[in-house]
């Protein structure tokens, strides 16, 4: 094996070691990998820390991952997740069930707008867990329903896992951003269809009814209140509508607009600036007004940077190294020298994912793993956007993988569940599910129409 595979088997292991046996921040594992694969460099690993430290801070993908944990603080700030929630218990509120289509649904709302798996079931679950409780939904249905929704915030995009899967050099090079974007909503849709039915298999295996209206704000009620929320969405359909489909022909054959401005319109840039601005009018009494208090409320969201910020930049810097150890040359030869066929090479990558995002969280999954997955993939004759979406919808089972996952617990305690009672059901109704849709998206049998 080349020095680039044993640098890539030292940097998981640190990763793997720094968070699991010493119990430490994600960001410091990323820290200690990126000293640990520059030092395989010699007399050049001062050059190649250089280099990747470049490469990591003029990413594009680093400002737009920072902009979106922004985003997310502004939305939690003016309460606009509420006044949706509230909007989705008027319309579905009604149906037998209808607190876990409200979970469901919600959740793959906060998925296009957080992108965090415990963050979206202690949102979603504070209000729907107790619903489905008194909806007569056992305590223990109601905390798998609620965590197993809770993976919805990395299956949709924008995500911390997008994220370092765009950031590596190797896949950035033939990936398109947009085209992941668009991949990868899909496949949450995907996701989202079929918690529907499972839902719906619920309702009718457990004889479900409809919770008392009394419980249930009226719709006029709920929009006359709340409608303004539903504006933010109108910071994702506008740069998507202008970049892809008819309108974005149209532009494209404009003399006065043309191809190469289309081109420089960033998905991942714009949605986050937009829905900032969105969320910002709507929110408005909801945000500070003087300037003390301004200072609060940045400063209040400091620490949302830290992580994910300090995990993003070693992780990109990490791959950039990794890249000039010859990375991608020495996993193109080892993949030649192994003859597996396509269908068991795309098996083999969701168990192995599927198995490292048990104990790992999504994000330290793939920067562990994920670009081997996705060079194994591609060798095997995958193409590059099919593997690379595929690869986050296996991690996206993270929130539901028993025993680690943080979102197990949080919605055991929201339910009042014993959360030991959830794993079964957890790997059965979504790991094992999740990943069949993955491998689906792989093999080109699920369509992504990018």
């Not at 957080?114 to 979206?120: D, L, V």
């Not at 010859?326 to 993949?335: F, R």
Request: net charge neutral; hydrophobic share 55%; glycine share 10%.
């Amino acid at each position: 094996m080349g020095i680039g595979i044993w640098a890539l088997i030292l940097f998981i292991g640190i990763i793997v070691c720094w968070n699991l046996v010493l119990k430490r921040n994600i960001a410091e594992a990323m820290l200690a990998g990126f000293i640990a694969t520059s030092l395989f460099g010699g007399a050049n690993a001062l050059d190649l820390m250089w280099n990747g430290l470049v490469f990591a801070g003029t990413n594009d993908v680093l400002y737009a991952s920072v902009a979106f944990v922004f985003m997310a603080y502004v939305i939690d700030h003016t309460a606009i997740i509420n006044s949706l929630v509230k909007i989705l218990n008027s319309l579905l509120g009604r149906l037998p069930g209808g607190a876990a289509y409200v979970d469901t649904i919600a959740s793959g709302v906060m998925g296009t707008l957080a992108g965090s798996n415990s963050g979206n079931t202690a949102t979603t679950g504070s209000i729907t867990a107790p619903w489905m409780v008194q909806s007569k939904f056992s305590r223990e249905l109601s905390a798998t329903v609620v965590a197993g929704n809770g993976g919805l915030g990395a299956a949709l995009p924008p995500s911390a896992s997008m994220f370092i899967m765009l950031g590596f050099a190797p896949i950035g090079a033939v990936v398109a951003e947009g085209d992941l974007y668009v991949g990868l909503f899909i496949a949450g849709v995907y996701q989202i269809v079929y918690r529907i039915f499972l839902i719906m298999y619920f309702v009718k295996r457990d004889n479900i009814k409809a919770i008392s209206p009394e419980f249930i704000q009226p719709l006029k009620e709920s929009l006359r209140t709340g409608w303004k929320s539903t504006l933010i969405f109108f910071g994702a359909i506008i740069p998507i509508v202008m970049t892809i489909g008819p309108l974005a022909e149209g532009f494209e054959n404009n003399p006065a607009i043309g191809a190469d401005a289309l081109d420089s319109i960033s998905l991942i840039t714009w949605i986050p600036i937009l829905i900032i601005m969105i969320s910002s009018l709507v929110g408005w009494t909801k945000l500070p007004k003087t300037k003390p208090d301004w200072m609060k409320f940045l400063n209040n969201a400091i620490p949302r940077f830290s992580t994910i910020g300090a995990l993003l930049v070693f992780a990109y810097a990490s791959s950039q190294v990794l890249t000039e150890l010859g990375l991608a040359e020495d996993l193109t030869s080892l993949m030649e020298s192994i003859s597996i066929s396509k269908w068991l090479m795309v098996l083999i990558i969701a168990l192995l994912v599927a198995l490292v995002a048990g104990p790992l969280s999504s994000t330290a999954t793939l920067t562990a793993i994920g670009m081997v997955a996705f060079a194994a993939m591609v060798s095997a004759g995958v193409d590059p956007l099919l593997a690379v979406v595929a690869i986050l919808v296996f991690a996206s089972t993270e929130g539901a993988s028993p025993p680690a996952s943080g979102s197990i617990f949080i919605a055991a305690s929201l339910a009042g569940a014993q959360p030991e009672k959830t794993f079964m059901p957890l790997i059965m109704y979504y790991v094992i599910p999740i990943l069949l849709i993955g491998y689906l998206i792989a093999m080109g049998i699920l369509p992504l129409p990018v």
